[in-house]
């Protein structure tokens, strides 16, 4: 079965076809983020715009490359939430047209549960279930039980700001440009391979003892702040975070602040995902979402499985479908076959991960 995935939830343009779930024939992004990194974030009708502008061309070169025409597509699945409204609309009523026109069934996909589908594209094997998968986007941050495809059930999440937000916002006070997360990731990891022997523990780390698999991570952006003013030395306020960084004693410390941001919160999901491990037992522990691309996360959940000698199956996605694109929602239309009339279709910007396809 060929289907033709398309995202268009936040500021990437994603067209792919795929065969029969995890046989990739093309995946093409488009992105706006150096739009928004003139802005320092996402403004949401510019993001919208730009998926006006790209999804045909996207959508011709997705063709292209797999060397198909819409009349061998199958079905098309689209994402119909969560995400910005604007966004998803360009992506909807595009389908709906392709569906309409050319007699293609259509499958509406939950964005976040699309977001797991990378384990299963490009790894080989396919995961079992159940399944525990932790979702970290830039929106979100779920810890689910997966019983079968479809069955989804959430044991966790953020109390506040999801992992991806709590990466852009620090990495916003350090003054590092959108989209935050990478970069300051990237320069977290140099800072750790230079300096191996530091202990990283500057920040809390919220909610790490208490029972439960929830988070919270908003009070990192206070914490960046309070030890930023420490070194500049005088009260300055979060809007300020311009002039911060350029203070020389502040910038040298800027690699260090990224390594401590991101073992905060890299040691925040490794503690509680393995807690959840322990308690259920499941055969195969899934990673989704744009900051599930994070080589520290990976490396420690990795670690950890290792020394604790879990039982459970570690599937660490490529990261080239752990950001948003249109192969992951091509495959999680495979697994949860759905088909819906073209005006039976909305988007549904406040879908969570435990909402069904029904809308
Ligand atoms: O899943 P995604 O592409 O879009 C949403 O659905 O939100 O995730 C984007 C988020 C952003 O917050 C971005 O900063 C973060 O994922 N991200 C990373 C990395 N790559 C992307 N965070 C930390 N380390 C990375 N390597
Ligand atoms: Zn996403």
Known sequence: MIILGIE?????????IVED?????????????GI?????????EDAARKQVTSILPVLNLALEESGLLLSNIDAIA????????GSLLVGVETAKTLSMVHHIPLIPVNHLVAHMYANFIDSGVLPEFPAISLTVSGGHTDLVLIKDHGHIEK????????AGEAFDKTARLLGIEYPGGPKLAALADKFIAENKDEKLNMFPRPMINDDNFDWSFSGLKTSVLYKINELVGDNNK????????????????????AAEVQEAIVDS????????????????????GGVAANQRLRHKLDLRFKIQDLR?????????????????????AFFNNKKFAWNKIDVNPELTITSNTET
């Open 78 to 85: 689209v994402t119909y939430g969560p995400g910005l409204i």
């Open 8 to 16: 268009t939830s936040c500021d990437e343009t994603g067209i792919a």
């Open 155 to 162: 044991i966790g999440s953020t109390r506040d700001d999801a």
């Open 21 to 33: 779930g995890t046989n990739i024939l093309s995946n093409i992004t488009a992105t706006s983020a």
């Open 312 to 332: 459970t199956k570690l599937y660490l996605p490529n990261p080239k479908y752990c950001t948003d694109n249109g192969a992951v929602i091509a495959s999680a």
């Open 238 to 257: 979060l809007s300020d975070y311009k002039t911060i960084s350029t203070k020389e004693n502040v910038k040298n410390m800027i690699p260090q602040l």
């Open 269 to 288: 999901l490794v503690t509680k995902t393995v807690k959840a491990i322990e308690k259920h037992q499941p055969k195969s522990m899934l990673l989704g």
């Open 36 to 44: 928004h990194a003139k802005t320092g974030g996402i403004i949401p």
